[in-house]
């Protein structure tokens, strides 16, 4: 009875410290949403309250002037396009790299990790010379290359793992049935590691979308601009209007979030899996 | 049939190659090799490729003499380290609090905490600081706290020098939170009921389980989250620029080694607006180093067997 008691104490406790960080982490996010419905000036009346009466005409400003949309658009692309190439790339590696039994492979695969302890912006004097000499420079096409890069360490890392676990007799008997390595890629593997390949995409989505540093130095042409980058333009613009400031934020901030709340067990995996080792 | 096998190898040998073409093209070209050539662009001044010229420590040399240079790097770099233990302790010590809580079986609702704090993860750092310097602002909110009898809280807390890099700092430990916190979850997850129970009939209380089991048991976490904080605090510029500017305003109290390599290896210092490449790489490779000398030791010491 005691024991129960006490653990039930715990638990209050427990229920506490929870609650405190939820206001934490939830009122920044109230201030935000509830924020960019009033206007330039009613925005200071009432900073942490309902509008007295909601003004939908910030988000309509917002999504009018179009520019807002290309940046959107910009990101779409160069996002799904890097995630496209990226678990590719890193499905084709990890497959040879949990299949190929030599020295040659065991070098390969540590080049490959070596790379997630290594920030990529050391290199960005070169990568920006690099980008110039290609041509890319100030246009969306410039980021996809280093998003790829950027993600192929985790990717590799995540997949080859997975494959090694797929057993051997599979891959035996396709090969004996006389199917080429590629075919056993395209019929066996692929099919067998969508749920790595999910896990690889959600680990990258969030570097990718939220990037700011690679678009900022690379990009300058109006047109081109990611959503990131877009939205500090914005905030320059409208610097005088926070509740159209707002407005901007929550929009750019939806994407991700709708995607995080309809799978979020998938996500806080996916985002912690790059870090836990086997 | 193990012959077969065995020419099955080595005729496979370049299929494999071909294979890791593409990953290596890419990781190659934009990762490995830029990398690598920016430390060697440290040796060099001029900022074009055609024009450059090989200045030995030069440029080493300019960053730890020249007075403003100097005095700059030496700002940015104990404001780095400063923001960076801000991290270790805030991102730690909650950490595992929420962690166990939010182990702990017979606890309703912690799914529903989980989700909550990773919400802020999947938040651009730009949109979580443009967020908190509003917030932040006493001429927005300053009335309100004064209203409500907390009137400390009305305080220019981005604009004073003393309180400036520990609020971004605090701010950007608010947006990471939910990724230590789930990877000592995971850790403490992995280790076994039996163990646990073996400790219980012991008569081992929830301290002593805490301390003398799960924490032993979960350094390694401890040690990959200092690794990863490291890393990506020595490369931190969003919130800053976010919330101060790329100058680290006020009075460079906010200036962080990833401000400081921005303005002087990419954007240009004001007001001349002319990067100096050479400089830049320079100050890359001394993170560089400094990232190798801090995180290797600390895997080595924490990931001990692995």
Known sequence: MKGSLTRQNKHIASHIIMLVWVFIVVFPLWVLVINSFKTR??????PFWIPKKWNFNNYVTVLRDGDFLTYFKNSLVVVVLSLVIVTLVSSLAGYALASWKSRYSTIFYFLFISGMMLPIKIASIRLLEITRALGLLNTIWSLPPIYVAMGIPVGVFILTTFIREIPKSLMEAAYIDGASSFKIYHMIILPLIRPALATVSIYNLIPFWNDLWFPLIFINTEDQKTLLLGVTRLFGQYQTDWSKVLAVLTLSAIPVLALYLTMSQQFIQGVTAGAVKG | MSKTKHTLQKKQQWRWFLYLMPALLFYVLFMAYPMLDSLRLSLYTGNSPHTRSFVGLGNFSKLFS?????????????????????????????????????????????????????IPTTFAVLVTGYLWKLILNPV??????????????????????????????????????????????????????????????????FFRLFFSIKLPLIKPVVGIIAVLTFVNNFNAFDIVFAMENVNGAPGYSTDLIGTLFYRYGIAGQHPIGIPDAGLGAAIATITFLVLLVGVIPTLKRTQGGQ
């Open chain 2, 66 to 118: 020249d007075p403003t240079i100097s005095e700059r790097y030496w700002g940015a770099f104990f404001n780095t380290w400063y923001f960076f233990l801000i991290h270790l302790i805030f991102q730690n010590a909650l950490g595992i609090i929420f962690a166990v809580i939010l182990t702990n079986e017979t606890m309703k609702g912690r799914q529903l905490y989980q989700t909550i704090i990773f």
């Open chain 2, 140 to 205: 927005w909110s300053g009335d309100f706290f004064v209203s409500i009898g907390l009137p400390f809280l009305k305080h220019p807390w981005l604009g004073d020098t003393k309180t400036a890099l520990t609020c971004v700092a605090l701010v950007s430990c608010w947006q990471w939170m939910g990724i230590p916190t789930m990877m000592f979850v995971a850790a403490l997850r992995n280790i076994s009921e039996e163990v646990l129970e073996a400790a219980r009939m012991e008569g081992a209380g």
């Open chain 1, 41 to 46: 000036l009613t925005i200071y009346e009432n």
